[in-house]
């Protein structure tokens, strides 16, 4: 994993729920699991195929600050943060 902004390191240790975007990538997922997750204040982008699909914060305490990513009701005995999928872009070839 890299591009990890480290106030926001503790999303990347729990399960988060991606909403829409690509099957494989829909629901519940862990993004310590995946390959490539660069994360930033507003979204994340996960490296799928020849690409990078994008998923933006749905609740304003999924970003930096947030309540959720820095409690320890976070620590996955509680909801997972929600994201939805925003868009794709291509990798330049």
């Not at 829409?20 to 997922?29: H, K, N």
Request: proline content about 4%; aromatic content about 4%; hydrophobic content about 35%.
């Amino acid at each position: 994993m890299r591009g990890i902004d480290p106030s926001i390191s503790a999303i990347t240790l729990n399960s988060v729920h991606l909403e829409g975007g690509p099957s494989t990538l829909s629901g519940t997922v862990v993004l310590a699991e995946l390959n490539d997750v660069i994360c930033s204040a507003e979204k994340i982008k996960i490296r799928h195929g020849n690409g990078y699909e994008h998923y933006e914060f749905i609740d304003a305490q999924g970003g930096v600050g947030g309540a959720r990513t820095n409690s320890p009701a976070h620590d996955g005995g509680s909801d997972p943060l929600k994201l939805r999928w925003v868009g794709r872009t291509k990798i330049a070839e």
